[in-house]
């Protein structure tokens, strides 16, 4: 028998570019999100199957792509990236009044998904080549590199994604040293320019504000959602209705119960018990990442792994602040958790970059 055939061999050839622990935090996560899929809307447990399997190809092609190779293609990434940001603008598909798709032809892509991971890799190379003396100027460089993008996103308009876009960009920024005078600065004239973006918000984006404020204001419409968001979660008590048994999501009282609210569902049925098991499953999940991003060999890679390991954090706050009416509705999904196959893909993108980095943290890269 051929030694590379043994089935050792074949094992540790494909658990190699694998980091167990993150392998198994996600893992958990995705088997959560089954079981929640199979409760919220049964009739989608295969496409997500099929979606899973996907990701984790996905995920284990980019975690043999070292992190030298991935710095080499960081520019013609987020230039591509771009342009077909510009592409949408100019000749996307509208659907229910956003443009956001592409129409190759083939195939339909959403571009503002693949700057959540464009965006954190193009400033880490443009850090990288800085590193030797960074000036306030390559703070300004890179918030122009950040602005462009997210613009064009929030025009679509696609405001959950610009958020995620916007905050992959500023984590990789401020980990590269940026002053506090300066973010403090940044907010003082964030706040300073409220009222222009006021005027600058869609009609429905102001009405998200404003349902955020009062949703009783307007119960059986544009607060619909948050009532019946939030009253599946406390319903759920201390240890929840049981898998299957929550109300509000059976007799679909919550709507996008298998995507945004999704969490929810899970509140109603496991109860606050449950809910600080998912909590502490996204804890060690973003303490791996942190841990990855300390011990990296360059400054590209502790920037990359520090940014998307933070973005698990920001789509999980979004996503659990948005349902549970602390903060609009923005159409973030929970990460692993929320049906659907893009969002997952990208997430599952960064969990191999992570593994990547660690698996490269003792090699000196030029």
């Not at 392998?23 to 996560?29: A, C, I, P, Y």
């Not at 006021?198 to 419409?221: C, F, N």
């Not at 759920?236 to 059976?250: D, E, H, L, N, V």
Request: aromatic letters at 8%.
């Amino acid at each position: 028998m051929n030694p590379d055939w043994h089935p050792r061999v074949l094992l540790y050839r494909l658990l190699a570019p694998i980091d167990l622990p993150l392998l198994m935090l996600s893992g958990l996560l995705v088997l959560t999100a089954l079981a929640m899929v199979a409760s919220a809307s049964p009739e989608r447990i295969g496409n997500q199957l099929l979606n899973i399997g996907v990701a984790l190809l996905v995920m284990r092609i980019v975690a043999q792509v070292p992190p030298q190779r991935l710095m080499h293609l960081a520019l013609p990434i987020f230039a591509g990236g771009v342009l077909l940001l510009v592409g949408v603008a100019l000749f996307g598909d509208v659907t229910k009044g956003a443009r956001r798709w592409l129409n190759l032809g083939f195939m339909r892509i959403q571009p503002s998904e693949m700057m959540k991971i464009a965006m954190p890799l193009m400033l880490a190379w443009y850090f990288q080549r800085h590193e030797a003396l960074l000036r306030l100027r390559d703070y300004a460089v890179a918030t122009l590199i950040l602005l462009v993008p997210t613009a064009l996103i929030a025009r679509q308009p696609d405001l959950g994604t610009a958020i995620l876009v916007l905050a992959a960009g500023f984590y990789v920024i401020f980990l590269a040293g940026l002053p506090w005078k300066i973010i403090v600065g940044m907010l003082g004239a964030a706040a300073a320019g409220a009222p222009l973006v006021w005027g600058m918000l869609h009609d429905y984006q102001r009405a998200r504000i404003v349902t955020l404020l009062d949703p009783e204001k307007d119960p059986l419409g544009k607060g619909f959602h948050i009532i019946q968001s939030t009253i599946a979660i406390g319903s759920g008590g201390i240890i929840g209705k049981g898998w299957g048994q929550g109300t509000q999501a059976q007799l679909e009282f919550i709507p996008e119960r298998h995507t945004d609210f999704i969490f929810s569902v899970f509140s109603e049925e496991f109860g606050l018990l449950g809910n600080m098991l998912l909590l502490g499953l996204y804890a060690m999940l973003i303490a791996r990442g942190m841990m990855i991003a300390v011990n990296a060999a360059t400054l590209f890679s502790r920037l990359l792994a520090g940014a998307i390991t933070l973005i698990f954090f920001t789509y999980a706050f979004v996503n659990m602040g948005m349902v549970s009416g602390i903060l609009p509705v923005v159409g973030v999904p929970l990460p692993f958790i929320s049906y659907g196959g893009t969002a997952l893909v990208t997430l599952f993108v960064g969990i191999g970059i992570l593994m990547s980095i660690h698996r490269h943290r003792m090699l000196v890269q030029k």
